[in-house]
């Protein structure tokens, strides 16, 4: 089974090679992080099955959400492991350390995958619920077989000396053994040294056995095994006698030494057997992601957008074919966008106009962003949608062959055929030049014939032509639209830009000149022109210019519309800094109202000579004066804001300092002179004529006041007004805060006590000014805790709680903060 499925459903009919279907998956494959990406890039085939369509375009927002986050996708070890793991699952089997290091990689990244998806970066949580359900069969962790690889495996391919107890041991005896052999040699070299037999003071190895060089003449001199000589025949390798029980030894030890290797590498393999289901799936999930993610690579190059999935339109908006445009960029060019639609009632395009006028783009384009969208990978648009074909059939080029013995006409006609069998309403169909290559009478009909068989058979089908009567049946067909291939019209070069609705003219006169030949030809061309055709081919240039002057004016109106708009907006912004101003001048004369009034306050209540009632009075006023202070300041900013928004216009509620019902004969009271007046008549809205005994006067509404309000607050003795307030009494204990404790113990209590003693201790708490207290509950079985808590959380007196830090008691305590 490959390691990356085949597309669900894929078209049947693709005429691939008109439409440059894989030199486009080439281009998209060059953005995969792996060969078996770029393979599953290369695997691509468009698809009938809507589901499926859908599904990877959201895979392919969702990825290129990560690559736009900057979130790196672990990639770099991802390889097919399928055939490792069939071999991993052979008894005995043993695969050599590159492959381990390989399969270790790959399980590092498939863990790291799933880690992403567990533990996702907090700008993407959530916003991924098509990788997450496309990985939701990676269950096993994969991280304890790539540890035990790598605690196991060098990055050289070699074992570590701790692979194994046994492994550890032979190597310590090997090491012990080799330091004797080379201290039984270096007392042979001593010896010969000084007989002068030996050609160097040195030990060396040959055949994995600790030899001696000895000059060749005196050879016979030692007793011993010759293993070798030099490539001069000078220097022969001697392994003397007694070493050569020693050498046996360490020899013995080296094969030990593969054996146990051997077996280490068999035990890992055997678990990566024990792995291989979990590798297989990961390593397809990975080779999805990076297809997903060279797709997201290529739709951020190229400026790609999903396509929208509708069965009765095709659309496009700034199009661009992207191996054109490739080619372009490298020379510094630029495309021109595409812009067309068809829908249900419009299934058929005509594109007439000039040659090297961008018709036979416009059709490649369409259809190859078309195959695009069914499989899977987002078009170069600023938006497209497309309903979903099954069949991409494409008569485009010069399809002459002298090995089958045709001609380029007899070539079109064949593969039109071909054709004509398989469209039906679900096919695109493109046409480039209908009815070129014969006579042009024949010709013309021909292609009016096979435009008006694909119409009726309901396919979807763009057609490209020069022929006039083409240009007048899509005039009088319904279903069908002309388009022009723009050009300008001073210079007869092309602008490649279409334009729906309007036939083009196919000047190839003109572009003939524009290219350069012979004005003689061009001059007798014109004269053989038939009147008819002169007159055809004014007419369009006529309406294009009409088209093109029309195209200007509402480029213009569209600039001044952002003109207007962006002097509405400064006025805007303007006014918006006028009111702020005003609020801020208001806040301030309104904060100075209120500093007089609290002096007035506290003034009053230190006029009380009892200290008692004048602490508690004090306290009172406090509070009083922080509540009006916060409503009066909701209250300003309500108003503000619902002045700003218009929301109180016509709303009398929303202006309450206004009097509402002033009418002749009522008594006011005038705010700015404390006087009381007698309304005489309504001068203009808000506006009022008013007598103040013999004098009369104009005031405005929010200048008057209910008179029931004129009347002077008498100066009564403070004591006796601080006892008529509700729930003030004068002659209790004060409430000393120096005799207030700061802290109740509730330890021992049941939770109904707990409360009951604590509510009247945050009472007395509260009426002594304490800004803080603390509640002492312990730790015990955490019921008492959750408790007074949930006390504390709806008690009116408490305004915060918290946990109380270690050194206060940690979870044994409360901070309770008191409002004030």
Known sequence: MPLVEANPSPVASIDAAALEWEPLLALVAGFAASPVGRSAILALRPSTDEGWIVRQHQLNG?????????????LGGLFDPTQLAAKAGIPEAALEAAELQAIARLANDIAAWQSLLQSPPARVVGRLPGLAELSAPLTTSLRPLAESIERKIQPDGSLADDASPELNRIR????????????????????LSSEGSTQ?????????????????????????VIHGASSSGQTVYVEPLETIEQNNELVRLLEEEQAEIHRIFVALTRQVGTYAHALVAGARVLALVDSLLARARFAREYDCVAPAIAPERLSLEGARHPLLEKRLRTGGG?????????????????????NTGGKTVTLKTTALLAMMA????????????????????????????????????????TNLDRLSRLADRHALVLLDELGSATDPEEGSALAVAVAAFFLQAGAWSLISTHHTSLKV??????????????????TMVPTYQLRLGVPGASAGIATAERLGLNAGIIAAARQRLGSQQVDIARFLDRLHKELTQLEEERKATREQQYALNQERAKLQREGDVEIRNRVRELENKLASLMKEFEFQMRENVRAIEDRAAQQKLSKEAERRINRMRR??????????????????????????????????????????????????REVEKDVFEVALGPIKMRVKRDDLADAGSAAQVQKADPLAAARKQKGVVVSVTPANTDDMRMEINLIGRTVDEATEELEKYLDRAFLAGLPRVR??????????????????????????????????????????????
Do not use: C, W
């Not at 021109?336 to 007439?352: A, C, K, N």
């Not at 062959?401 to 007899?410: C, D, G, K, R, Y």
């Not at 408790?787 to 050194?807: C, M, S, Y």
């Open 775 to 820: 509640v002492i509950h312990g730790h015990g079985a955490g019921i008492l805790r959750r408790g007074v808590r949930d006390f504390l959380k709806g008690h009116p007196h408490v305004a915060t709680i918290a946990e109380a830090p270690q050194n206060e008691g940690g979870q044994g305590a409360t901070l309770v903060e008191l409002r004030q």
């Open 172 to 191: 310590r005896e090997q090491e012990r053994q080799q330091r004797v052999i080379e201290e039984s040699l270096r007392s042979a070299l001593r010896k």
């Open 200 to 224: 160097e003071d040195l030990i060396t190895i040959r055949g994995e056995r600790f030899v001696i060089p000895v000059r060749s003449e005196l050879k016979r001199r030692i007793s011993g």
């Open 473 to 490: 049946y899509a005039a009088n067909t319904p279903g069908v639209l002309n388009a022009a291939a723009g050009v300008d019209e001073v």
């Open 374 to 413: 069914q499989a899977g990978i987002p078009v170069p648009a600023t938006a497209a949608s497309f309903p979903v074909f099954r069949a991409f059939l494409a008569d485009i080029g010069d399809a002459q062959s002298i090995e089958e013995a045709l001609s380029t006409f007899s070539a079109h006609i």
């Open 62 to 74: 969702e990825v290129r959400l990560l690559l736009d986050e900057q979130v790196s996708i672990p």
């Open 631 to 680: 409503e009066f300041q909701e209250s300003f900013n309500q108003t503000v804001v619902a002045h700003r928004t218009g929301a109180d216009q016509g709303d009398a509620n929303a202006q309450p300092h206004l009097l509402r019902h002033v009418a002749p004969g009522d008594q006011v009271r005038i705010k700015s002179m404390n006087k009381i007046a007698v309304v005489q």
């Open 334 to 354: 630029k495309v021109v966008p595409l812009t067309l639609e068809l829908t249900e009632e419009h299934r058929q395009l005509i594109i007439s106009g000039p």
